[in-house]
C-alpha cells in the first residue's frame, strides 16, 4: 500500500504493509515516518507481496482512520498540490481526518466486507469474540447501535476498537431524515427578493454568483434563502466564513434562521478530537450544514449541492504557510467539479472576483457561469452612517487622538452610546526610543525593532517572538528616561483613560484576546452595554452588530496610502467599509471619523461617496497598466537561510532556471530582500514572476522546483502561487 507524503518538494508516495488491515484506495490511514504518527491517504494497493528483501523492511499501517475518500475530493486535492506548487502529500494532509486523535463518537458500527470474513471465520473457542459477533447479524445489516455497546465488557469494548483500526468496522452515524427547513427570514424588499430569485435561477449547475451589497443590505438573509432550499432538496451546504471566532454573530444569526438543521463546525482552534467527530458527521451526511473557515473548504461532504463563502474579499481565505490555498478559489474549483453553485458575498468584493464577474462575457464560454447580483440599499430604515475625514493633525492631538475624535467620544459618553477606535498596529510601535540620542531597541535576531508591552512591562519582537525586560536607561547614551512612540492599541488605550477617566474601556487585539474565549466574552459585555469605548484592531470590524455603537474612529489610515503592498488600498477600502457598517445599525445614527492627513486621496473620495465601484475599475486600470494581479498571475518563491551565501547562490540559479523556463510567457524580477530581510537570524530573500496565463506559469515552476530539487540548495525555500503576503 502507499501512501503520498510531504517529505519533498516534488512528492513520492510511501510503502506500508496492510497485514490484516482492511484498506480502500482513497481511505485514510495513520502510519509512522520515523517516529511520529501521520494521517495518510492510500493512493495505491497492491497485492500480496512475498519474499524476502524490502518487502520484510516495511512498516505496518497502525490503523485504519476512514473508509474512501470521495473521489472528487482527492481530485482537489490533486488540484490543489498542481496549482499551489506543494508536494501531493502536503495536499492530501488537506483532506485526511486528524492524526492521533481519539475516534470518534458514533452511534453504531457496520461490519465491512473484510469484518464479515473476520466474523464468519471466528473458531468457536474464543468466547468473547463471539460474543461481540453475535451482535452483527445479517439480519440487522451487519450493523450494531452504540446502545447495544453498554451492554460489552471491558474485552469486547478493545476487540470493537481493535477491529475498528483493523478496518473490518466503520463507524456509523445518525442520519436524521432530513426534515424540511422552515428558514425564519424576515419579509424581503423587493431587491432582496430579486436577488434571491436570481440566486435560485442558478442553482441546479455550476455558476459563481457575486452578491454585491452594501453594508446593511440584508445579503446574509438572500443566501441563506438558498441555503434553505439547497438543504431542503436534501443536500448539503457550505458556508465558509472568515474566522470563526470573531464571527459569533453570524454563526448565531444563521442557526437562527434555519432551526433543527444538523450543523457542523469547521474551524483550527478545534481539538483534533473535535474535528474528528465534525470530520465524521459530514463525512456519513449527519451534518448537513457545515459552517467553517478556510479549510473547511476541504470537508469531506458527499452530497453537497452549494457553497457561500461570506465576506469573499477577506484575506483570512488564503493560507499564509504551506500549502498556501486560497479557499474562494479552491471552492470555485470544488464547485465546478460538482456542477453545484457558488454564491460570494460582500460589500466590497475582491479585485479579483470583481474582474472574473463583471469581465465574464469576455470569457467566452467560462463566462456564462458568473452572474452578478447589487443590493444597492439598505434593508432597514437605519440610515447609513456618516462618514467625516477630521485632520490627524492639530490641537492637542494625543496617542494619535485628534481632538475632534475625542469630542466625538466625549458626545457619545454624555448620551450613554459607544465608541470604537480602530487602530492597525499591535502593542506600541516603534517601541521603545531614547529622546536624547534616538536608539531605539533592536531586537537581535530580525530586522526589526521590539514592542513594547505595557501590561507585562516587556519588549517583545511581533516577528519571531524574543522576549527582554524594558532598560531602565539608554543602553547608547545612559540618557535616563525612555519613551514609548507611535500609535498602538496600548498606547492609546492608555491615553483614553487618562483622557475619559470615568469611562468603561475595553482594548481588543490579538494579544489581549489570546484566550479561546476571550474574544466572545468582550463580544457579550459590548452587546450588554459594560463598554464605553473599545480600542482595537482590524478584528473589530468583521460583522459585528452592537446597537449602541454610534461612532467609529480610525487613527492610522494613512498608513495604507504608502503600503508597497499592491493591495494595500483595497484592503484600506474594504476595512473602512466595513468598519462604517459598524456604526449607527439600528434606530440611531452612526458616525465614522477617519483620521487622515490627506483628505485629498483617491481612496477616501470614493469611500465618502459609497464607490465601490468606481474605486474598483480605478484601481483594476492601474493593476491593468502596471502587470500587477488580477490583470496576471502571480507567483512568489522565497527562501531563507542562516547562511546569506546560500541564500544568494539559490537566487542565482533559481532566477536563471525560472526566466529560462517560463520564456516570453512572463515576467521574472530580480529577487529582493524580503520585507522583514532578517527573522529569527534566518536571511530572507524572495523573487516574484507574472504570467498572463495560468498554465506556462505553472509549468515554469515545476521546472523550477525539479531543478531546485535536484540542486540541493542549503536553504528552506517554497513557491507561493497568487501571494497575499509579501513579508
Ligand atoms: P448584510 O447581511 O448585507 O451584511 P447586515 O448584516 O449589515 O447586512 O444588516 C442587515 C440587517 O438587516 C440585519 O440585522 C438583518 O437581520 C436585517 N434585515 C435584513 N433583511 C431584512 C428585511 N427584509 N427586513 C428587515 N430587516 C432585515
Ligand atoms: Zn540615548
Ligand atoms: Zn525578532
Not at 64 to 71: E, N
Request: glycine share 8%; net charge neutral.
Amino acid at each position: 500500500m502507499e501512501v503520498p507524503l510531504a517529505i519533498d518538494q516534488v512528492g513520492r508516495a510511501l510503502d506500508y504493509t496492510v497485514a490484516d488491515r482492511e484498506v480502500e484506495l482513497n481511505g485514510c490511514v495513520e502510519v509512522t515516518v520515523g517516529v511520529r504518527p501521520y494521517a495518510a491517504l492510500v493512493t495505491a494497493v497492491h497485492g500480496e507481496l512475498t519474499g524476502e528483501g524490502d518487502v520484510g523492511k516495511l512498516k505496518p499501517v497502525r490503523r485504519v482512520l476512514s473508509g474512501a475518500l470521495p473521489t472528487a475530493l482527492v481530485t482537489l486535492a490533486q488540484f490543489v498540490a498542481d496549482y499551489y506548487q506543494v508536494p501531493f502529500g502536503m495536499a492530501a494532509g488537506l483532506i485526511t481526518p486528524a492524526d492521533a486523535a481519539p475516534a470518534p463518537d458514533p452511534t453504531g458500527w457496520a461490519l465491512t466486507s473484510g469484518g464479515r470474513a473476520h466474523v464468519a471465520g471466528i473458531p468457536p473457542h474464543h468466547r468473547a469474540q463471539r460474543a461481540l459477533a453475535a451482535l452483527f447479524t445479517p439480519r440487522t445489516s451487519y450493523a450494531i447501535n452504540v446502545a447495544a455497546t453498554d451492554e460489552l465488557s471491558a474485552t469486547q469494548r478493545r476487540l470493537l476498537r481493535d477491529w475498528h483500526q483493523a478496518g473490518w468496522l466503520v463507524p456509523v452515524f445518525a442520519q436524521p431524515q432530513p426534515t424540511l427547513v422552515l428558514p425564519q427570514l424576515p419579509e424581503f424588499t423587493p431587491a432582496q427578493r430579486d436577488a434571491a430569485d436570481a440566486l435560485r435561477a442558478r442553482a441546479t449547475a455550476f455558476s459563481v454568483s457575486l452578491l454585491h451589497g452594501v453594508t446593511g443590505s440584508g445579503k446574509t438573509e438572500v443566501y441563506l434563502d438558498l441555503v434553505a432550499s439547497v438543504l431542503n432538496a436534501g443536500k448539503q451546504v457550505l458556508l465558509l466564513v472568515p474566522e470563526i471566532n470573531l464571527t459569533p454573530q453570524l454563526i448565531d444569526r444563521v442557526l437562527k434562521a434555519l432551526p433543527g438543521v444538523a450543523t457542523a463546525v469547521l474551524h483550527s482552534k478545534l481539538a483534533a478530537g473535535e474535528r474528528n467527530r465534525a470530520w465524521h458527521r459530514v463525512h456519513s451526511g449527519e451534518a448537513r450544514l457545515i459552517i467553517g473557515t478556510r479549510l473547511a473548504v476541504f470537508a469531506p461532504a458527499t452530497n453537497l449541492g452549494l457553497i457561500v463563502i461570506d465576506e469573499e474579499h477577506d484575506g483570512s481565505y488564503k493560507q499564509n504557510e504551506s500549502p498556501r490555498y486560497h479557499a474562494r478559489d479552491v471552492a470555485i474549483v470544488r464547485a465546478k467539479q460538482a456542477d453545484i453553485p457558488v454564491v460570494l458575498a460582500s460589500a466590497t468584493p475582491s479585485l479579483e472576483t470583481w474582474r472574473n464577474v463583471r469581465y465574464a462575457a469576455a470569457q467566452g464560454a467560462r463566462g456564462d457561469a458568473y452572474q452578478y447580483i447589487a443590493l444597492r440599499e439598505r434593508a432597514t430604515a437605519a440610515a447609513p452612517s456618516s462618514l467625516r475625514l477630521v485632520p490627524a493633525r492639530g490641537r492637542r492631538v494625543k496617542a494619535g487622538l485628534s481632538e475632534t475624535l475625542a469630542d466625538g467620544i466625549a458626545a457619545r459618553l454624555k448620551r450613554g452610546e459607544q465608541s470604537l477606535v480602530l487602530v492597525n498596529r499591535r502593542g506600541f510601535a516603534p517601541a521603545l526610543y531614547c529622546p536624547h540620542c534616538g536608539w531605539s531597541a533592536p531586537c537581535k535576531r530580525c530586522d526589526a525593532k521590539m514592542t513594547l508591552h505595557q501590561t507585562t512591562r516587556s519588549l517583545r519582537c511581533h516577528h519571531c517572538g524574543a522576549q527582554s525586560g524594558v532598560p531602565s536607561k539608554c543602553p547608547a547614551c545612559g540618557h535616563p528616561e525612555l519613551v514609548g512612540a507611535g500609535v498602538g492599541t496600548q498606547k492609546l488605550e492608555a491615553a483614553l483613560i487618562e483622557a475619559f477617566p470615568d469611562a468603561r474601556i475595553a482594548r481588543a487585539d490579538t494579544d489581549s484576546l489570546s484566550g479561546k474565549h476571550a474574544w466572545r466574552e468582550l463580544y457579550e459585555r459590548i452587546l450588554a452595554r459594560e463598554v464605553d469605548i473599545v480600542v482595537g484592531t482590524q478584528m473589530l470590524a468583521k460583522g459585528h452588530d452592537f446597537p449602541a455603537l454610534t461612532l467609529v474612529g480610525v487613527v492610522d489610515a494613512d498608513r495604507a496610502l504608502f503600503s508597497t503592498d499592491f493591495r494595500a488600498q483595497e484592503d484600506l477600502f474594504a476595512l473602512l467599509t466595513q468598519v462604517a457598517g459598524r456604526a449607527g445599525r439600528h434606530a440611531l445614527p452612526g458616525e465614522v471619523m477617519i483620521q487622515t492627513e490627506f483628505p485629498d486621496h483617491p481612496v477616501f473620495h470614493a469611500l465618502l461617496a459609497g464607490d465601490y465601484e468606481g474605486f474598483a475599475e480605478q484601481t483594476l486600470a492601474s493593476r491593468e497598466a502596471i502587470g500587477l494581479p488580477p490583470a496576471t498571475r502571480m507567483a512568489l518563491v522565497r527562501a531563507e537561510s542562516k547562511d546569506a551565501q546560500a541564500v544568494a547562490d539559490f537566487f542565482t540559479q533559481a532566477h536563471a532556471v525560472l526566466r529560462e523556463a517560463l520564456g516570453d510567457e512572463g515576467e521574472v524580477f530580480a529577487p529582493q530582500p524580503a520585507p522583514l530581510a532578517r527573522k529569527a537570524d534566518f536571511t530572507r530573500w524572495s523573487m516574484t514572476a507574472v504570467a498572463v496565463k495560468v498554465r506556462p506559469l505553472a509549468e515554469a515552476l515545476l521546472t523550477l522546483r525539479q531543478a531546485m530539487q535536484a540542486a540541493k540548495p542549503k536553504v528552506r525555500w517554497a513557491v507561493d502561487v497568487d501571494p497575499y503576503d509579501f513579508g
